[in-house]
T-cell receptor
Framework: QKEVEQDPGPLSVPEGAIVSLNCTYS??????FMWYRQYSRKGPELLMY????GNKEDGRFTAQVDKSSKYISLFIRDSQPSDSATYLC?????????????FGKGTKLSVKP | SQTIHQWPATLVQPVGSPLSLECTVE??????LYWYRQAAGRGLQLLFY??????ISSEVPQNLSASRPQDRQFILSSKKLLLSDSGFYLC???????????FGQGTRLTVV
């Protein structure tokens, strides 16, 4: 079993839809969780960062971590065509200088106008 | 804020030629620095990471090497490129106390 599993999609939704992106993981030691957005031919940019379990909201984006199920989610409300990108989850067991991130393979999202 | 500068954006090189990709960091000192390769459908593969000048850890044995001659400079090199070295190369960094990493805009390398 891979350490981090992420459905590659592609996922296509109409503008205004609520989008749910998910990752599962196997290493119970992971406690730092991130979501990155990557536009085509660009580097990933950090969207959300959470530590341990719980929810974090930033504008239209909500990150959710369920450590008991080893499952993390990113919700996008009122999706826009500009949200069309590949979304990568990432996680780490250690903070700071020991933190080599483990990435999912990314889910490609397309929001149609 | 921390910024990763990476160039060139696109590079086409013949098989057997050398490679040098440079990455510089602004906005922080003594960062951890990383080189990743991203292939379609395969996600991000960590190639090298560095916690300080002259300190390089290799994650995957291959045709590439890395060097860190200055605190905010990280270089990816090859003496002789292979076709299999083609890919999207990303430099990333984070402050020593942080977990999340920041990425450069990447270099798309095509070996022909």
């Amino acid at each position: 079993q891979k350490e981090v599993e992420q459905d590659p999609g592609p996922l296509s939704v109409p503008e205004g839809a609520i989008v749910s992106l998910n990752c599962t993981y196997s290493n119970s030691a992971f406690q730092y969780f991130m979501w990155y957005r990557q536009y085509s031919r660009k580097g990933p940019e950090l969207l959300m960062y959470t530590y341990s379990s719980g929810n974090k909201e930033d504008g239209r984006f909500t990150a959710q971590v369920d450590k008991s199920s080893k499952y993390i989610s990113l919700f996008i409300r009122d999706s826009q065509p500009s949200d069309s990108a590949t979304y990568l989850c990432a996680m780490s067991a250690h903070g700071g200088s020991q933190g080599n991130l483990i990435f999912g393979k990314g889910t490609k999202l397309s929001v149609k106008p | 804020s921390q910024t990763i500068h990476q160039w060139p954006a696109t590079l086409v090189q013949p098989v057997g030629s050398p490679l040098s990709l440079e990455c510089t960091v602004e906005g922080t000192s003594n960062p951890n620095l990383y080189w990743y390769r991203q292939a379609a459908g395969r996600g991000l593969q960590l190639l090298f990471y560095s916690v300080g000048i002259g300190q390089i850890s290799s994650e995957v044995p291959q045709n590439l090497s890395a060097s860190r001659p200055q605190d905010r400079q990280f270089i990816l090199s090859s003496k002789k490129l292979l076709l299999s070295d083609s890919g999207f190369y990303l430099c990333a960094g984070n402050r020593a106390r942080d977990t999340e990493a920041f990425f450069g805009q990447g270099t798309r390398l095509t070996v022909v």
